[in-house]
């Protein structure tokens, strides 16, 4: 009996050293772990670097299970301000122990929420380590927003180049882009909808989009910029009524732009309830969007000539890869 136990308490033994074992962490985006595992990968991270205080990648996977700790749990929820205060304690710490890494700098940028001020850090990691993916999405993000389309372009091809956008995706875009009007302005709601659609721009297809994702727009500076390039005028948005705006103005705002950009939204963005609610009677279905029209529309045959003539049912003469 003595025997069983300890050949029992051996395998337990053994398991917990198997589940505290310190794995990379993923991109909460592309591969979401149970919360467990990452209260488990903590403690393993913890372990490392109290192993090795120089030790960068041990550093910078405490950083993200850290962060993705922060973000996503909610039971037992302590205040925002608190989590916040928890992660800036453990840059201080990457700050002393690895101030010129890729991961120290990245990180800072990162945790500084696509605030500009923060922008110096991002470019001394590249400076650093400039064949990393992780600042990719970042590059293409700041292009955008700063309106600098080559750089837009240059990382987006560097996104698609790096395997990190799926054909699917690519195909999927594709057929968005090619039904809409000429010059549209196409409302995106994520990364899935906006990535490929830029990197088919960066490629040369349907340049003339305008490819806009909602929740950059609700950057200040950038939707400034981005209203005064489209000729959208009294788009000044006042901190406290900044739902109101994007409820009742935002959709009616853009159609009205004088340079008579067409207006759509893609299907991808349906979810965003608080942009098209009032103005469903306005959206007509045109096959993988919504036109925005102030009058009546024949969606039909938009439909109609999109599915039959325009989009790619095969994709057998769109390789996006080799």
Same mark, same amino acid.
């Given at each position: 009996?003595?025997?069983?136990?300890?050949?029992?308490?051996?395998?337990?033994?053994?398991?917990?050293?198997?589940?505290?074992?310190?794995?990379?962490?993923?991109?909460?985006?592309?591969?979401?772990?149970?919360?467990?595992?990452?209260?488990?990968?903590?403690?393993?991270?913890?372990?490392?670097?109290?192993?090795?205080?120089?030790?960068?990648?041990?550093?910078?996977?405490?950083?993200?299970?850290?962060?993705?700790?922060?973000?996503?749990?909610?039971?037992?929820?302590?205040?925002?301000?608190?989590?916040?205060?928890?992660?800036?304690?453990?840059?201080?710490?990457?700050?002393?122990?690895?101030?010129?890494?890729?991961?120290?700098?990245?990180?800072?940028?990162?945790?500084?929420?696509?605030?500009?001020?923060?922008?110096?850090?991002?470019?001394?990691?590249?400076?650093?380590?400039?064949?990393?993916?992780?600042?990719?999405?970042?590059?293409?993000?700041?292009?955008?927003?700063?309106?600098?389309?080559?750089?837009?372009?240059?990382?987006?091809?560097?996104?698609?180049?790096?395997?990190?956008? %799926?054909?699917?995706?690519?195909?999927?875009?594709?057929?968005?882009? *090619?039904? =809409?009007?000429? !010059?549209?302005?196409? /409302?995106? $709601?994520?990364?899935?909808?906006?990535?490929?659609?830029?990197?088919?721009?960066?490629?040369?297809?349907?340049?003339?989009?305008?490819?806009?994702?909602?929740?950059?727009?609700?950057?200040?500076?950038?939707?400034?910029?981005?209203?005064?390039?489209?000729?959208?005028?009294?788009?000044?948005?006042?901190?406290?009524?900044?739902?109101?705006?994007?409820?009742?103005?935002?959709?009616?705002?853009?159609?009205?732009?004088?340079?008579?950009?067409?207006?759509?939204?893609?299907?991808?963005?349906?979810?965003?309830?608080?942009?098209?609610?009032?103005?469903?009677?306005?959206?007509?279905?045109?096959?993988? %969007?919504?036109?925005?029209?102030?009058?009546?529309?024949?969606?039909? *045959?938009? =439909?109609?000539? !999109?599915?039959?003539? /325009?989009? $790619?049912?095969?994709?057998?003469?769109?390789?996006?890869?080799?």
């Amino acid at each position: 009996m003595k025997k069983i136990m300890i050949s029992v308490l051996l395998l337990i033994c053994a398991y917990s050293a198997i589940s505290q074992q310190a794995e990379q962490i993923p991109s909460y985006a592309s591969d979401q772990r149970d919360m467990s595992w990452y209260k488990q990968q903590l403690s393993a991270w913890q372990n490392a670097v109290e192993k090795n205080k120089k030790d960068a990648n041990a550093w910078y996977n405490l950083f993200k299970v850290s962060r993705i700790i922060a973000m996503h749990e909610f039971e037992h929820k302590s205040p925002d301000l608190e989590k916040e205060q928890s992660i800036d304690v453990l840059l201080q710490d990457m700050e002393k122990w690895i101030p010129n890494t890729y991961e120290y700098n990245f990180c800072k940028w990162q945790q500084g929420g696509n605030n500009m001020k923060y922008y110096p850090y991002l470019q001394k990691a590249i400076a650093i380590d400039p064949d990393r993916k992780e600042h990719i999405d970042y590059m293409i993000n700041i292009g955008e927003m700063e309106r600098n389309l080559k750089q837009r372009h240059e990382y987006s091809l560097k996104k698609m180049s790096s395997g990190q956008m %799926s054909a699917g995706m690519l195909y999927y875009n594709y057929n968005v882009l *090619a039904g =809409l009007e000429r !010059n549209a302005i196409l /409302l995106t $709601a994520g990364d899935n909808d906006t990535y490929p659609a830029w990197a088919l721009q960066a490629k040369g297809f349907r340049k003339d989009v305008k490819v806009v994702n909602l929740y950059l727009l609700q950057i200040k500076e950038y939707r400034e910029k981005l209203f005064a390039e489209l000729g959208i005028k009294n788009g000044i948005v006042e901190e406290s009524s900044e739902n109101d705006f994007y409820k009742n103005k935002l959709l009616p705002l853009l159609n009205g732009n004088s340079n008579n950009y067409p207006l759509c939204i893609a299907l991808t963005s349906a979810g965003c309830n608080n942009y098209m609610n009032n103005f469903a009677q306005n959206l007509y279905l045109t096959g993988l %969007s919504y036109s925005y029209k102030s009058s009546s529309f024949d969606n039909i *045959a938009s =439909l109609k000539k !999109n599915v039959e003539q /325009l989009y $790619a049912l095969d994709y057998l003469d769109k390789a996006f890869y080799e």
